[in-house]
């Protein structure tokens, strides 16, 4: 029942910055955001839990990207800086929720990224 609304995507120069937002309409225990390029496997890019704001980043983006949470208003945020083109990809927001039975994930539309000069 979880709906996922996604903001934040574009083009960007190399050196750039953008930030991503997804709301999500129910509660969840954590969030995270995940990209695929042409070619390669969606991967996991930053995730964070929703007690405590535990995170967890991909080693390619480490330094450079952040995520946030603001649990009053459930949305989760990527900060993405000092962009490069190989960070091109669709970008998708992605919730996982507590359920009785275990968790159930809910995927955002995803967003175009593209970084280039």
């Known amino acids: 029942q979880v709906q996922l609304v996604e903001s934040g995507g574009g083009l960007v120069q190399p050196g750039g910055s953008l930030r991503l937002s997804c709301a999500a309409s129910?509660?969840?225990?954590?969030m995270s955001w995940y990209r695929q390029a042409p070619g390669k496997e969606r991967e996991l890019v930053a995730a964070?839990?929703?007690?405590?704001?535990?995170?967890n980043y991909a080693d390619s983006v480490k330094g450079r990207f952040t995520i946030s949470r603001d649990n009053a208003k459930n949305t989760v945020y990527l900060q993405m800086n000092s962009l490069k083109p190989e960070d091109t990809a669709v970008y998708y927001c992605?919730?996982?929720?507590?359920?009785?039975?275990?968790?159930?994930?809910?995927w955002g539309q995803g967003t175009q990224v593209t970084v280039s000069s």
């Open positions: 964070i839990t929703s007690v405590g704001g535990s995170t």
């Open positions: 992605n919730a996982m929720a507590l359920t009785l039975r275990g968790t159930t994930d809910y």
């Open positions: 129910g509660a969840t225990y954590r």
